[in-house]
């Protein structure tokens, strides 16, 4: 994924987090499986959709904010 893709889905982002994300070898389409079960998964869930992947499960995994901050 490029920076310009990633910030399309995410909004800006800092530095460490484009690298974790590209680390990952997800698509632009996993990145966007992420956002959408990290913003609305009951909705997806409802729609019978399988419960995300390996790698879209690290995704959400960066992206959740820390419970601490």
Same mark, same amino acid.
């Given at each position: 994924m490029t920076h310009d893709e990633i910030v399309s889905v995410l909004g800006p982002v800092d530095e460490e987090l484009l690298v974790e994300l590209n680390a990952t070898g997800a698509s632009l389409d996993e990145l966007r499986?992420?956002?959408?079960?990290?913003?609305? /998964?009951?909705? *997806?869930m409802g729609s019978g959709r399988p419960l995300p992947g390996t790698r879209v499960g690290r995704l959400i /995994? *960066? *992206?959740e904010p820390d419970e601490e901050e």
């Open positions: 499986e992420a956002w959408a079960w990290l913003h609305g /998964d009951e909705a *997806l /995994d *960066l *992206l």
